[in-house]
């Protein structure tokens, strides 16, 4: 799982395992060590919300997804799930959460678990 943070946007990306692990499970995490702490990225099913949801504490990103949209992402063409949260103090913070492709550039990264890019045959 990647997870990319900018400005008032977080993006969480996985790979074809990780999203299978999610719709299977329920929950799937990351973890990042440092010399005196970990940063734990997860991202758990929710009878809950009904949008994608972030809370930030201490350490840990938790993101929540609708259980409806986990039912059959893993076996359908949908790229992700994207939504606005309202912040306390009047701000918007961008969510998505979307399934990884191969990077059409070269790249020393791992991509064997993820999706073909649906570009790939337009070139």
Same mark, same amino acid.
């Given at each position: 799982?990647?997870? @990319?943070?900018? #400005?008032n946007s977080?993006r969480?990306?996985? *790979?074809? +395992?990780?999203?299978?692990?999610?719709? &299977?499970?329920g /929950?799937?995490?990351?973890?990042?060590?440092? =010399?005196t702490s970990?940063?734990?990225?997860a991202?758990?099913? +929710?009878?809950v919300?009904?949008n994608?949801?972030?809370?930030f504490? #201490?350490?840990r990103?938790?993101? /929540?997804?609708?259980?409806?949209?986990l039912?059959?992402?893993?076996?359908? !063409? &949908?790229?992700g799930? /994207?939504?606005?949260q309202?912040?306390? @103090? #009047? $701000?918007?913070?961008?969510l998505?959460l979307?399934k !990884?492709?191969?990077?059409?550039d070269?790249?020393?990264? =791992?991509? +064997? !678990? $993820?999706?073909? $890019?649906?570009?790939?045959g *337009?070139?």
């Open positions: 799982m990647k997870i @990319r943070i900018r #400005g977080v969480f990306r996985l *790979t074809k +395992s990780e999203v299978s692990e999610l719709c &299977r499970a /929950y799937f995490e990351e973890k990042t060590e440092f =010399d970990e940063f734990t990225y991202i758990k099913a +929710s009878a919300h009904e994608l949801f972030v809370s504490n #201490g350490n990103i938790l993101l /929540y997804i609708p259980n409806i949209l039912m059959d992402w893993d076996t359908t !063409d &949908r790229v799930f /994207y939504h606005n309202s912040l306390q @103090r #009047g $701000n918007m913070l961008k998505t979307e !990884d492709f191969m990077c059409m070269e790249t020393t990264e =791992d991509q +064997s !678990d $993820n999706y073909p $890019n649906p570009k790939a *337009t070139l």
